[in-house]
């Protein structure tokens, strides 16, 4: 290697480098150059030589990545599959390749090089150059000169003893300085003034090191070069530079020692490239690959990157995620139809293949997660292009919709069932309201001029005028507030009157003019009813409570549910003991028919279903079996459809609860069980009732005999002439009988408080009061009796 100066022959002289005593300039050069192409290309680089005996190479030999070319190209693999690059330096019978770990702009300089030397190399491997031809060398100055000018490299000594670095022109241009001085020599110290604040500390004295040890170093720095424009002072001599003109270079060096005869030597010559272009381009990639890396880890769908065999190769964060891997190296590999079975599968691999004809395709299906958690998702695969505008990659993106999804089918499935009736949307330009198909049905619209658009009032009007303030009301307040809408109404349909619900959403803009506000009408019919026969029940206990009349429980509970079922009529009665009749009670009324005792072989062949406990439900009495040939009784009353439910308490028929209609009617499972619960809730009171009178009758009977016998008592304490007494618990006297007076001589107040045993002889006190204790404790009196003498009036016993 050799630094080419302009100028004198005497510099150039100078700076020429002597060439090698065993080993050609071309080789040397090879050397070189291949150091070069390993700093561009991936740390390595080989030059390998194929013809017709085969595959040898020319350069790097021993290294890792001449043998890995060389395998390429011995079994004639494509370029695009080998694990190296292979750049083509010559083509023909003899194939010259520079094999790299990877292309670089900065490449194309280094082909170019080798292009030139590959004549001279291959001459130099048949013969050995003898030394001494002046006229050889000169050749390769020349080209050496060409080459430095083509390929934009500078060449330069450095004497780590003297600390002084010389070079030619193009490394006195990369550092800002003029050539002469470069020819010269300049102190290794101002060189290093140049680098960048965070560069500086990379030379710490380690090349010499690696120079004395190796035999060579590399490095890469950043330098701050001032512009062209300097100030100069009057004496001719450059002024200091201003940082504001200073551009930034990379720099890329790398250095040999100069003689190879000579390891402690301590002068190197090398080469100095100017890499800037090419390391804002990798830093421009490597942001570009950081943003793309973060871009794809903030997206919360799932993107799996494909090869041509349509296996992963990569996933990104929110795959991991959605997918609940632990690692992305789960998937590493593995086909991605792999991922879905059944009908999915069938459709990702179509999707695969189109992907691969170079066209996108979409698809929807089910596939399982790393933990078995099944997930609906919507996919979308592309192809990715190279620059030969072949496919290279293949593109999955999968977003997760399964909330969406279910959310769908569970519309799907309410529309289905009928559970929603309709939706609408208010149109405030035009304040008019639209509505589908199943909305016109509902109101009895027509479903093109629904469609269309209506005036609210036409709405209103479909309603059952008993909702309709209640539904003005609510559109109003959210047109005006915004807000959720909701409110209930009864409508009229060929099925009979049916509730519905409307739910809705007012969005307003800055204006509070309505900008969307979109509704969906459910048919909440059989819920509304059991809600309301719920409460009715609640008011049937209520009022039955209030009552103590059977008859006004009756007419309570045959009110109530004509009201819930819109019946024309209801009753009960009470079932006879051999249950053929009942009785029902009360004044005959529009809604109470059938008054009075009614026997059941008048109106039909149904009294042992009755009396197995079983609901009879008649939807027309002139065409239903059980009552052919009793059309005039029922029309007499009036009865078209009826219901009998009947009640059993203790295995007794006992009563019998019936609603009427004037029309035919088919009798819901919801009816009958609303009837039950009347009817059981009406005996139950009207038998509580019963009861409860039945004691009232029997408290009065029993308070006039206690007032008779307590007459008979009062008439005996004041007639009879045998001593009566009440004594207390504790034995004092409370009351005597007025024969006390007569024949003992004491009046009740004398006596009043004394103990039992006052007036007994002494003798008899033990045993009176014994007596008396023997009571208390629950021992019978004596059935002899009990003889005791007791004090008179004038201190005379006598004898009791």
């Given at each position: 290697?050799?630094?080419?100066?302009?100028?004198?022959?005497?510099?150039?002289?100078?700076?020429?480098?002597?060439?090698?005593?065993a080993?050609?300039?071309?080789?040397?050069?090879?050397?070189?150059?291949?150091?070069?192409?390993?700093?561009?290309?991936?740390?390595?680089?080989?030059?390998?030589?194929?013809?017709?005996?085969?595959?040898?190479?020319l350069?790097?030999?021993?290294?890792?990545?001449?043998?890995?070319?060389?395998?390429?190209?011995?079994?004639?693999?494509?370029?695009?599959?080998?694990?190296?690059?292979?750049?083509?330096?010559?083509?023909?019978?003899?194939?010259?390749w520079?094999?790299?770990?990877?292309?670089?702009?900065?490449?194309?300089?280094?082909?170019?090089?080798c292009?030139l030397?590959?004549d001279?190399?291959?001459?130099?491997?048949?013969?050995?150059?003898?030394?001494?031809?002046?006229?050889?060398?000169?050749?390769?100055?020349?080209?050496?000169?060409?080459?430095?000018?083509?390929?934009?490299?500078?060449?330069?000594?450095?004497?780590?003893?003297t600390?002084?670095?010389?070079?030619?022109?193009?490394?006195?241009?990369?550092?800002?300085?003029?050539?002469?001085?470069l020819?010269?020599?300049?102190?290794?110290?101002?060189?290093?003034?140049?680098?960048?604040?965070?560069?500086?500390?990379?030379?710490?004295?380690s090349?010499?090191?690696?120079?004395?040890?190796?035999?060579?170093?590399?490095?890469?720095?950043?330098?701050?070069?001032?512009?062209?424009?300097?100030?100069?002072?009057?004496?001719?001599q450059?002024?200091?530079?201003?940082?504001?003109?200073?551009?930034?270079?990379?720099?890329?060096?790398?250095?040999?020692?100069?003689?190879?005869?000579?390891?402690?030597?301590?002068?190197?010559?090398?080469?100095?490239?100017?890499?800037?272009?090419?390391?804002?381009?990798?830093?421009?990639?490597?942001?570009s690959?950081?943003f793309?890396?973060?871009?794809?880890?903030s997206?919360?769908?799932?993107?799996?990157?494909?090869?041509?065999?349509?296996?992963?190769?990569?996933?990104?964060?929110?795959?991991?995620q959605?997918?609940?891997?632990?690692?992305?190296?789960i998937?590493?590999?593995?086909?991605?139809?792999?991922?879905?079975?059944?009908?999915?599968?069938?459709?990702?691999?179509?999707?695969?293949?189109?992907?691969?004809?170079?066209?996108?395709?979409?698809?929807?299906?089910?596939?399982?997660?790393?933990?078995?958690?099944?997930?609906?998702?919507?996919?979308?695969?592309?192809?990715v292009?190279?620059?030969d505008?072949?496919?290279?990659?293949l593109?999955?993106i999968?977003?997760?919709?399964?909330?969406?999804?279910?959310?769908?089918?569970?519309?799907?499935?309410a529309?289905?069932a009928?559970a929603?009736?309709?939706?609408?949307?208010?149109?405030?330009?035009?304040?008019?309201?639209?509505?589908?198909?199943?909305?016109?049905?509902?109101?009895?619209?027509?479903?093109?001029?629904?469609?269309?658009?209506?005036?609210?009032?036409?709405?209103?009007?479909?309603?059952?005028?008993?909702?309709?303030?209640?539904?003005?009301?609510?559109?109003?307040?959210?047109?005006?507030?915004?807000?959720?809408?909701?409110?209930?109404?009864?409508?009229d349909?060929?099925?009979?009157?049916?509730?519905?619900?409307?739910?809705?959403?007012?969005?307003?803009?800055?204006?509070?003019?309505?900008?969307?506000?979109?509704?969906?009408?459910?048919?909440?019919?059989?819920?509304?009813?059991q809600?309301?026969?719920?409460?009715?029940?609640?008011?049937?206990?209520?009022?039955?409570?209030?009552?103590?009349d059977?008859?006004?429980?009756?007419?309570?509970?045959?009110?109530?549910?004509?009201?819930?079922?819109?019946?024309?009529?209801?009753?009960?009665g009470?079932?006879?003991?051999?249950?053929?009749?009942?009785?029902?009670?009360?004044a005959p009324?529009?809604?109470?028919?059938?008054?009075?005792?009614?026997?059941?072989?008048d109106?039909?062949?149904?009294?042992?279903?009755?009396?197995?406990?079983?609901?009879?439900?008649?939807?027309?009495?002139?065409?239903?079996?059980?009552?052919?040939?009793?059309?005039?009784?029922?029309?007499?009353?009036?009865?078209?459809?009826?219901?009998?439910?009947?009640?059993?308490?203790?295995?007794?028929?006992?009563?019998?609860?019936?609603?009427?209609?004037d029309?035919?009617?088919?009798?819901?499972d919801?009816?009958?069980?609303f009837?039950?619960?009347v009817?059981?809730?009406?005996?139950?009171?009207?038998?509580?009732?019963?009861?409860?009178?039945?004691?009232?009758?029997?408290?009065?009977?029993?308070?006039?005999?206690?007032?008779?016998?307590?007459?008979?008592?009062?008439?005996?304490?004041?007639?009879?002439?045998d001593?009566?007494?009440i004594?207390?618990?504790?034995?004092?006297?409370?009351?005597?009988?007025?024969?006390w007076?007569?024949?003992?001589?004491?009046?009740?107040?004398?006596?009043?408080?004394?103990?039992?045993?006052?007036?007994?002889?002494?003798?008899?006190?033990?045993?009176?009061?014994?007596?008396?204790?023997?009571?208390?404790?629950?021992?019978?009196?004596?059935?002899?009796?009990?003889?005791?003498?007791?004090?008179?009036?004038g201190?005379?016993?006598?004898?009791?």
């Amino acid at each position: 290697m050799m630094d080419l100066v302009e100028g004198t022959e005497e510099a150039s002289g100078a700076l020429m480098l002597p060439p090698a005593p065993a080993v050609g300039r071309a080789s040397i050069l090879c050397v070189h150059l291949l150091a070069l192409a390993a700093a561009e290309g991936g740390g390595e680089a080989a030059l390998l030589l194929r013809d017709a005996d085969g595959v040898r190479v020319l350069g790097g030999e021993g290294s890792a990545i001449a043998a890995e070319g060389a395998a390429c190209l011995m079994d004639g693999q494509s370029l695009d599959a080998c694990t190296v690059r292979l750049l083509p330096v010559r083509s023909g019978a003899v194939e010259v390749w520079l094999c790299v770990r990877r292309n670089a702009p900065a490449l194309e300089h280094v082909l170019a090089l080798c292009a030139l030397q590959v004549d001279d190399l291959l001459r130099e491997r048949a013969a050995t150059p003898q030394s001494g031809e002046h006229e050889l060398v000169e050749r390769m100055q020349l080209r050496m000169q060409r080459m430095a000018d083509t390929a934009d490299v500078a060449f330069y000594r450095c004497d780590f003893a003297t600390r002084m670095v010389t070079g030619d022109a193009r490394f006195a241009s990369l550092w800002g300085l003029p050539p002469e001085r470069l020819a010269v020599g300049v102190p290794i110290d101002e060189l290093l003034m140049f680098l960048h604040p965070d560069d500086r500390l990379v030379y710490d004295g380690s090349l010499e090191d690696e120079l004395r040890d190796e035999g060579c170093y590399e490095l890469r720095f950043r330098i701050l070069v001032s512009s062209p424009s300097v100030s100069v002072s009057g004496s001719g001599q450059a002024q200091s530079r201003s940082p504001r003109s200073s551009r930034l270079r990379h720099v890329l060096l790398r250095g040999w020692r100069e003689d190879e005869s000579r390891p402690d030597s301590r002068r190197s010559v090398g080469l100095a490239m100017d890499v800037s272009s090419a390391s804002m381009t990798a830093e421009a990639l490597r942001s570009s690959e950081a943003f793309t890396r973060l871009l794809l880890s903030s997206l919360p769908d799932c993107i799996h990157i494909l090869d041509c065999e349509g296996c992963i190769r990569f996933v990104n964060e929110g795959g991991i995620q959605s997918m609940e891997m632990d690692s992305p190296i789960i998937m590493h590999g593995l086909p991605w139809v792999d991922l879905w079975r059944g009908q999915p599968r069938r459709r990702a691999a179509l999707a695969v293949q189109t992907a691969l004809a170079g066209e996108t395709a979409r698809f929807q299906g089910y596939a399982m997660t790393m933990r078995g958690q099944r997930r609906f998702w919507d996919v979308a695969v592309t192809p990715v292009f190279g620059e030969d505008g072949d496919v290279r990659r293949l593109l999955a993106i999968g977003r997760d919709l399964t909330e969406a999804n279910q959310s769908a089918e569970r519309l799907q499935l309410a529309l289905d069932a009928g559970a929603i009736a309709g939706t609408w949307m208010w149109d405030d330009s035009a304040s008019r309201m639209t509505g589908d198909a199943r909305l016109a049905q509902t109101l009895g619209l027509d479903p093109a001029r629904l469609r269309e658009g209506v005036m609210p009032n036409v709405i209103y009007d479909s309603v059952d005028p008993r909702d309709r303030f209640a539904v003005v009301q609510a559109v109003t307040a959210a047109t005006r507030r915004g807000g959720k809408c909701r409110f209930e109404f009864r409508v009229d349909t060929p099925e009979g009157q049916r509730w519905f619900e409307g739910n809705g959403r007012c969005d307003l803009g800055d204006e509070g003019r309505v900008v969307r506000f979109p509704g969906i009408v459910f048919d909440i019919d059989r819920s509304k009813r059991q809600a309301l026969r719920q409460a009715a029940l609640v008011e049937l206990g209520d009022q039955l409570r209030a009552l103590d009349d059977t008859g006004m429980m009756e007419e309570v509970a045959a009110r109530i549910i004509c009201r819930e079922l819109d019946a024309s009529g209801a009753g009960y009665g009470v079932v006879n003991d051999d249950w053929t009749g009942m009785t029902v009670g009360g004044a005959p009324e529009v809604t109470r028919p059938l008054v009075g005792v009614r026997m059941f072989a008048d109106y039909g062949e149904f009294r042992p279903i009755l009396g197995r406990g079983e609901p009879v439900a008649i939807a027309d009495v002139h065409t239903d079996a059980l009552t052919a040939g009793y059309d005039a009784r029922y029309d007499a009353e009036g009865i078209v459809a009826i219901l009998c439910v009947p009640i059993f308490k203790f295995g007794r028929f006992v009563g019998l609860m019936f609603v009427c209609h004037d029309a035919p009617h088919t009798w819901t499972d919801e009816e009958i069980v609303f009837t039950r619960a009347v009817a059981d809730r009406t005996h139950a009171s009207m038998r509580q009732a019963r009861t409860q009178q039945q004691i009232r009758d029997l408290n009065v009977m029993l308070e006039e005999r206690i007032l008779q016998r307590t007459r008979e008592r009062d008439r005996l304490w004041n007639i009879a002439r045998d001593l009566f007494i009440i004594i207390d618990r504790r034995g004092y006297y409370v009351a005597v009988s007025p024969s006390w007076e007569e024949t003992q001589g004491y009046r009740a107040e004398e006596l009043a408080g004394l103990r039992l045993d006052a007036l007994c002889h002494p003798d008899d006190r033990r045993m009176v009061l014994d007596t008396f204790e023997r009571l208390l404790a629950g021992t019978p009196w004596p059935t002899a009796g009990l003889d005791v003498r007791m004090r008179r009036v004038g201190r005379q016993l006598a004898d009791l």
